[in-house]
């Protein structure tokens, strides 16, 4: 992932472009990271391979619609855009199954995993889909809100680059302590980067916050009706109930001046999440919490450390002009969303590459 992320990084500042959309550029990373965790290192390695199976995977992903939820068979076209890219997605992963089998050739990762416990085709490429619907869309708006958020608070940027430093002089061997921030950044080991990076958490954490749209859905499967506390309503027996998520994340009694981004809420004395049990269910909550926190926190860190210590950054627009205007998602949608506008950061390399 460090790798991946350094690699992505460093073609960034070499591509002779001063601006890039996070919407897209890091979006791709994420897809990049998502596709080593869940899927196959033959697509993760190849950037070809990667914009194609993206552009496939989107197929998938974007049409499938309130209507094509109740209605899977009923043919239109967002089902044959369905077919289409799921087609594609299974020949690719074939041809890389087939090869695999007829070479004799052995790499660790999730499809080999899946190979060698005899998964047939269809279940392989199931898992690769769903955990790519699961893990690319919420980390990859989520890694472009935070990179905004924090070109817009050089406050907060301080203390990201503070927290990125301190963790890497901490875990950099003397011999190498000349090196670049981000060469030193190889040295945090797993544990430190998933544990010692606590401000660049409350970022994706307050950025969740502002981006988990729609409503949580649990149907009651017993066949009892179940009373919802003394209110003397109930969930009857088999039916659904909905929570729009807003309620209680812009709910203004809990969290101050709802719409802003502001990691401090979760500090010390405001501990705006703890005034009552389940404030904050951007992960899910009950019997079915995000099984990818961990590792979408672990890639937000390793994201957001990377891009901080080796770019300066700002807010411009199209045209490359300087900007104070935020991209906002649509409240009205039922999932995250790329933001319309979107957004372009103006960056600048700090650091020369290499050692
Ligand atoms: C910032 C990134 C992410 C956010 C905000 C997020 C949020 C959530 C939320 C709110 C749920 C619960 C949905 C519900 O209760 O109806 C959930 C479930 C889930 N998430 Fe994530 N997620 C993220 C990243 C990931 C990643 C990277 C993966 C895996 C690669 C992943 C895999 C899953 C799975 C498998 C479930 C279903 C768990 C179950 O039903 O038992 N998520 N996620």
């Known amino acids: 992932m460090t790798s991946d992320t350094h690699t992505a990084f460093e073609a960034l500042a070499a591509s002779g472009s001063s601006m890039t959309d996070p919407f897209d550029s890091i979006y791709r990373l994420v897809y990049q990271l998502t596709m080593r965790t869940v899927g196959c290192a033959d697509i993760a390695d190849s950037p070809e391979l990667l914009r194609k199976t993206l552009a496939w995977f989107h197929l998938v992903e974007e049409s499938t619609t309130a209507a094509s939820t109740l209605f899977?068979?009923?043919?239109?076209v967002?089902?044959?855009?369905?077919?289409?890219?799921?087609?594609?997605?299974y020949t690719t992963l074939k041809k890389v199954v087939d090869s695999r089998a007829r070479t004799g050739t052995r790499v660790d990762d999730p499809l080999q995993f899946l190979i060698d416990e005899g998964d047939?085709?269809?279940?392989i490429i199931g898992f690769v889909i769903s955990g790519l619907i699961a893990g690319l869309l919420n980390s990859g708006i989520n890694a472009g809100f935070v990179?905004?958020?924090?070109?817009?608070?050089?406050?907060?940027?301080a203390h990201v680059r503070a927290e990125v430093e301190t963790v890497a002089d901490k875990y950099t061997p003397d011999e190498a302590s000349h090196q670049t921030l981000a060469a030193r950044l190889a040295h945090v080991p797993l544990e430190a980067w998933e544990s010692e990076l606590p401000?660049?958490?409350l970022c994706l954490r307050d950025s969740i916050r502002l981006q988990t749209l729609g409503s949580g859905f649990r149907r009651n499967i017993s066949n009892r009706d179940v009373p919802i506390g003394s209110t003397g309503e109930v969930i009857p027996a088999g039916a659904f109930a909905a929570y729009p998520l807003d309620d209680i994340h812009m709910n203004p009694a809990v969290y101050q001046d709802p719409t802003k981004w502001d990691p401090a809420r979760y500090l010390d004395p405001r501990n705006e999440d703890k005034k009552a049990p389940l404030t904050f269910v951007g992960w899910g909550a009950g019997r079915h919490p995000c099984l990818g926190m961990r590792f979408a926190k672990l890639e937000s860190n390793v994201i957001v450390a990377y891009w901080a210590a080796m770019f300066d950054f700002s807010l411009c627009d199209e045209q490359g002009m300087p900007t104070d205007v935020l991209p906002v998602s649509n409240r009205d949608a039922w999932t995250a969303r790329k933001p319309q506008p979107g957004c372009r950061l103006r960056f600048e390399a700090r650091e020369k590459s290499g050692a």
Do not use: C, T
């Open 72 to 76: 899977p068979r009923l043919p239109g």
């Open 78 to 89: 967002g089902y044959f855009q369905r077919m289409y890219g799921g087609a594609r997605l």
């Open 120 to 123: 047939d085709m269809m279940h």
């Open 147 to 157: 990179l905004a958020y924090l070109a817009h608070s050089p406050e907060w940027l």
């Open 199 to 201: 401000i660049v958490d």
